[in-house]
């Protein structure tokens, strides 16, 4: 059901954890399975310095969060916010189509994580 690649970064994880002093964290939840992602981000010079994740979830979010972290570290704000859904499915070599919506929440909680940091920027 799963790749292979899904399941080294379920069984695996990268960056998994929290940065106690991030400067911003994007929170996404799924209201219909109740899974929840955080993701948080250290940014220098405008680059995704460091980056870590909590998911409490299933293996595809899980896997998902995972290779979400590592294709964004390294990444300016702007590079980050483009990333899609479709780069991360396929760095990990596809999901079934059952569970294509858990790699959304992934994604989707590194870009809010961005927003809030340029939001706070602003302010
Ligand atoms: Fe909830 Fe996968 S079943 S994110």
Redesign the pocket.
Same mark, same amino acid.
Do not use: I, R, S, T
């Given at each position: 059901m799963y790749s292979e690649k899904l399941m080294e970064h379920f069984r695996n994880p990268k960056n998994m954890g929290k940065i106690e002093n991030a400067d911003a964290v994007g929170k996404v939840g799924?209201p219909v !399975?109740g899974?929840e992602v955080y993701i948080y981000i250290k940014v220098n010079d405008n680059r995704i310095e460091d980056i870590k994740f909590e998911t409490c979830? !299933?293996a595809?979010?899980i896997g998902t969060s995972s290779i979400t972290t590592e294709l964004a570290k390294g990444k300016t704000l702007d590079e980050a916010l483009e990333l899609t859904n479709k780069e991360v499915v396929d760095a990990l070599d596809g999901l079934p189509p059952i569970?294509l919506?858990?790699s959304e929440?992934a994604v989707d909680a590194l870009k809010a994580a961005v927003k809030e940091y340029l939001d706070k920027r602003k302010s």
């Open positions: 799924n !399975c899974d979830g !299933c595809a979010a569970k919506h858990c929440l």
